[in-house]
C-alpha cells in the first residue's frame, strides 16, 4: 500500500493486472482506445507499474517485473 499524495482529491484502491512486460502492456492499452495516464516507472522492490483507463474510462493499472 502507498500514502495519499497531497494532490490526490481522495483515499481510493486500484486493481493492478500483471503483464510480462510493462511497456508492450502499455502500448496495447493505447493500441485498443485506452489512454496511458502514468507511464511506466519502476517503483521500490524492482517492478514496473503505469496507470491506465480503459475505452469506457474505468481506472486500472499495470504492474510487471520487467520493462
Known amino acids: 500500500m502507498m500514502n495519499k499524495r497531497p494532490e490526490m ?3 481510493c484502491w486500484s486493481f493492478y493486472i500483471a ?3 510493462i511497456r508492450a502492456g502499455a502500448a496495447k492499452v ?3 482506445g485506452g489512454q496511458v495516464l502514468m507511464e511506466p516507472h519502476q517503483v521500490p522492490g524492482g517492478s514496473w507499474i503505469c ?3 480503459d475505452p469506457q474510462g ?3 493499472s ?3 517485473q520487467s520493462e
Request: aromatic residues 6%; proline residues 11%; glycine residues 0%.
Open 58 to 60: 474505468a481506472a486500472f
Open 51 to 53: 496507470a491506465a483507463l
Open 62 to 64: 499495470l504492474m510487471s
Open 9 to 11: 482529491p481522495v483515499s
Open 30 to 32: 493505447a493500441e485498443n
Open 19 to 21: 503483464v510480462p512486460s
